[in-house]
């Protein structure tokens, strides 16, 4: 390869693939400026004054003068409007990221030793490639089967530890036609540097007929009905069950009351707990007899239950603030 094509090949930053990623170079950029100016400008002192003083130069070297207040007020203020720019800068993209869109595409996300599983609602599966569609704000909701690993799309400038046991949640809104880097950004073993992938941005209509393409697969909250029948949770959660529990109708989005007092939000979180850890949060009025079904449900599974219970959910908006 030449070397002006080894150049060309070169890029400061990843491509700017989605709305957010302007900002958060901006950011970087800011920062760069910053830090260079400080450490070019400490480095040039260093050196006059290395020069002005060396051995046997004719230099002043009696004590300086008392200090100065305008010169201290203003090296402390300057500075101070600078960091605290920065700050703000920064805790207005980071309030921004943190705060869940409404009418997003959900996406799910499995991180597994070692390769990424994706889901879309309609039911359709990847693995290590995500279609999405374009100036469509996507969410994705990630969790691990095993060990943490990271979903990193550096052109959409999003980074998320996906934990085993834990749900965390990133979105983005694709601006670019085209595909994009999917890395593992956490050192998860053996082969964590093969657990790479692609995002494929596409116009809407191409995601429509690329939704439409490989076998007719049933919806993810589909696959969760059946199993609610399978595993047989419907056996008690039904209005004809002879054991006392309470309709999954409606939950989603609700506060549930606690036998222990504490009031909480029915969100993912919970979801999945009362699933595997019946024991810990029992809802007021209820007998504990719910059995865990740890071992016996997958990720994929635990996703599909889920979404089918928030598909027979709420009447009212999502809960999008956490319970911390
Ligand atoms: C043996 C009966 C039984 C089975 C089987 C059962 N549950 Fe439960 N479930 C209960 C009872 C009783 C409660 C209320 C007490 C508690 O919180 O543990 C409950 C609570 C819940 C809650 C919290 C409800 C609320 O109003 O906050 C969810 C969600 C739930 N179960 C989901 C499931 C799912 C999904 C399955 C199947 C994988 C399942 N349950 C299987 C008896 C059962
Ligand atoms: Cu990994």
């Given at each position: 390869m030449s070397w002006a094509l080894l150049i060309a090949q070169i890029?400061?930053?990843?491509?700017?693939?989605?709305?957010?990623a302007g900002r958060v170079d901006l950011l970087f950029i800011y920062l760069i400026a910053i830090t260079g100016t400080v450490t070019l400008a400490v480095a040039g002192v260093t050196l006059f004054f290395l020069a002005k003083y060396r051995r046997n130069a004719a230099a002043d070297r009696s004590p300086p003068a008392s200090s100065s207040l305008p010169v201290e007020i203003t090296w402390s203020v300057i500075p101070l409007v600078i960091f605290i720019a920065l700050f703000g800068f920064g805790a207005k993209i980071y309030f921004r990221e943190s705060v869940d869109p409404r009418d997003a595409l959900e996406v799910h996300v499995i991180g597994k030793q070692w390769m990424w599983k994706l889901e879309h609602l309609q039911g359709k599966r990847e693995i290590n490639e995500l279609h999405v569609p374009l100036d469509q704000t996507v969410k994705l909701v990630m969790t691990s089967q095993d060990v943490i690993h990271s979903f990193f799309l550096p052109s959409f400038r999003i980074k998320e530890d996906v934990l085993p046991g834990r749900y965390t949640t990133q979105w983005f809104t694709p601006q670019k036609v085209g595909t994009f880097p999917i890395f593992c950004a956490q050192y998860c073993g053996t082969n964590h540097a093969l657990m790479i992938g692609q995002v494929v941005v596409l116009d809407a209509a191409d995601f429509a007929a690329w939704l439409r393409t490989g076998r007719e697969t049933a919806s993810v909250a589909q696959r969760g009905e059946q199993l609610f029948h399978s595993l047989g949770c419907s056996g008690c959660h039904s209005p004809q069950a002879a054991v006392r529990a309470p309709l999954l109708e409606g939950l989603y989005g609700s506060r549930v009351p606690l036998t222990d007092g504490r009031i909480v939000n029915a969100d993912m979180r919970y979801i999945r707990d009362c699933i595997l850890l019946p024991k810990t949060e029992i809802v007021s009025g209820?007998?504990?007899v719910m059995p865990s079904f740890q071992d016996r449900v997958s990720e994929d599974e635990l996703f599909a239950l889920i979404t089918y219970i928030k598909s027979i959910g709420s009447p009212q908006p999502e809960v999008t603030v956490p319970d911390r």
């Open positions: 890029q400061f930053l990843p491509d700017q693939a989605s709305k957010m209820f007998d504990p």
